[in-house]
C-alpha cells in the first residue's frame, strides 16, 4: 500500500486483526466537504429570500415595514456583525503567524460581537410582538420572522462552535487539526456576514423606503 499500510496482529482466536498505522486526515476533503455544506445553506437562504420577496408586502391590513423597523438600531447590529467579521480576520492572520494568545483574543473579540449582534435582534423581535407584531399578524412578518430567525440560529451556532475551538486551541495550540477548523468556521462566519447584508438591504432598507 502507498502511505497507509496495514499490520497484521494475532488475536486470541488466531485471526488476524488489520489497522491502519497512518491516520492522516486529508485535508482537502474536509474543505471540499465544507464547500458543499456552504452551497446547501445558500439554497436554504435563497429560497427564504425568495418566500419574503413574494409575501413582503403581504400585511393583512396590518403594520408594514415602515411601521415596524427601526433603521438606526438595524445599522448597529448590521456594524456588530460586520466588527466581528473584521476581528475574525485579526485571529486567522495571528493563527498564520503561530500566536496562539493573540489568537484567541482575537476569536473572544469576535463572540463578543457576535452575542450583541444576537442580543440587538432578540430585543427587536421581542418588541415586535409586544407590539402586536409577531409571525402570525400577516404573511409579510412571518417570512420576515423566518429569514431573520434561520440567520440568527446560524450566528448562535457560529458562537458554540467558536467557544469549542476555543476551547480546543487553549488545550492543543494552533497544531494543524485546529487550524483547518478554524478556516471552516472563517468560510461560515463571513458567509453569515455576506447573507446579512443581503437581509439589511432587500428587507430592511427596501422595506422601509421602498
Not at 419574503?52 to 408586502?57: E, I, N, Q, T, Y
Not at 445599522?75 to 476581528?87: H, Y
Not at 489568537?103 to 427587536?124: D, H, S
Amino acid at each position: 500500500m502507498s502511505q497507509t499500510q496495514a499490520q497484521t496482529h494475532g488475536t486470541d482466536n488466531g485471526k488476524p486483526q488489520f489497522y491502519v498505522t497512518d491516520e492522516h486526515h486529508p485535508e482537502g476533503s474536509t474543505m471540499l466537504g465544507f464547500w458543499l455544506y456552504l452551497m446547501s445553506d445558500c439554497l436554504i437562504f435563497a429560497v427564504l429570500f425568495a418566500t419574503h420577496g413574494v409575501l413582503g408586502r403581504n400585511y393583512a391590513a396590518g403594520p408594514s415595514p415602515a411601521d415596524l423597523f427601526d433603521l438606526p438600531l438595524v445599522a448597529v447590529n448590521t456594524a456588530m456583525l460586520l466588527f466581528s467579521s473584521i476581528t475574525y480576520g485579526f485571529a486567522m492572520l495571528q493563527m498564520e503567524r503561530g500566536a496562539k494568545a493573540e489568537t484567541l483574543f482575537w476569536l473572544g473579540v469576535t463572540g463578543v460581537f457576535g452575542a450583541a449582534f444576537l442580543g440587538l435582534e432578540l430585543y427587536e423581535f421581542n418588541h415586535l410582538i409586544h407590539e402586536g407584531a409577531g409571525p402570525t399578524r400577516s404573511a409579510f412578518l412571518s417570512s420576515f420572522f423566518t429569514l431573520v430567525g434561520t440567520h440568527g440560529l446560524h450566528v448562535t451556532f457560529g458562537i458554540i462552535w467558536l467557544i469549542t475551538l476555543m476551547v480546543q486551541v487553549g488545550k492543543h495550540g494552533l497544531i494543524p487539526e485546529n487550524k483547518r477548523r478554524l478556516m471552516c468556521l472563517s468560510m461560515f462566519w463571513h458567509f453569515l456576514d455576506v447573507v446579512w447584508i443581503g437581509v439589511f438591504s432587500f428587507v430592511y432598507l427596501m422595506g422601509v423606503l421602498g
